[in-house]
């Protein structure tokens, strides 16, 4: 079975600092990874994903992620945070391609940024 | 493209009564739409996975005949919280697939369900 777990609810940083949210999932297949950031009261956005091939993803916003197979580990940056970036980030699963294949959610890690 | 709405954002009810809220997949055809749910500062629960035309795949825990889901069409879904009561108050998403974009889900804005 799939799972997610996202280590730390809460990450505090300053403005300009690096970001680092981290990512561990379990999977009897090749994972297909995900992260989205939700801001308050509306749904998720998709930051970015993968899926094959190169295992540095780039996403929207300055972030990035890299799957790591050894590590089972797909950790979110970003060089340097922006205030906007307060919001609630998930990291999620899937072992499947298709279009009706389930993603199973981390339990989310909210990032507070410091003037 | 590929935008999602849903509605109500947000509906007060009585307990007792049925809400409806749908879910439109405005400017594509979803293959597949999904129903989660997100308690405060939680994370999101799978409740049900629908196609257009057949009966909807329920997670287990979830109650089918308490979440009615109806998926009239390929860009409408309907999900039914029947005889709500303040336990059912939540956050309730939903998130359309297409078939080009093989498992990437397309998420709606929400609904904040508060039962009195």
């Known amino acids: 079975a799939q799972s997610v777990t996202q280590l730390g609810s809460h990450v505090s940083v300053s403005e300009g600092a690096l970001v680092l949210l981290r990512c561990n999932y379990s999977?009897?297949?090749?994972?297909?990874l995900f992260w989205y950031v939700q801001y308050p009261n509306q749904g998720l956005q998709l930051l970015l994903k993968y899926t094959t091939g190169a295992t540095l993803v780039k996403g929207i916003n300055g972030f990035e992620a890299e799957f790591k197979k050894s590590e089972t580990s797909f950790h979110l940056t970003k060089p340097s945070a922006h205030m906007s970036d307060a919001a609630e980030y998930f990291c999620?699963?899937?072992?499947?391609?298709?279009?009706?294949?389930?993603?199973?959610f981390g339990s989310g890690t909210r990032l507070s940024i410091r003037p | 493209g590929a935008v999602v709405s849903q509605h109500p954002s947000r509906v007060i009810c009585k307990s007792g009564t049925s809400v409806k809220i749908e879910c439109r997949s405005l400017d594509f055809q979803a293959t597949t739409m999904f129903w989660y749910r997100q308690f405060p500062k939680q994370s999101l629960m799978l409740m049900a996975t629908s196609n257009e035309g057949s009966k909807a795949t329920y997670e287990q825990g979830v109650e089918k005949d308490k979440f009615l889901i109806n998926h009239a069409s390929l860009t409408l879904s309907t999900l039914t919280v029947t005889s709500a009561h303040p336990e059912d108050s939540s956050f309730y998403i939903c998130?359309?697939?297409?078939?080009?974009?093989?498992?990437?889900?397309?998420f709606g804005p929400g609904t904040r369900l508060t039962v009195l």
């Open positions: 999620a699963v899937s072992e499947e391609y298709s279009s009706a294949s389930k993603i199973i």
């Open positions: 998130s359309a697939s297409r078939f080009q974009d093989g498992n990437e889900q397309f």
């Open positions: 999977s009897s297949v090749p994972p297909y």
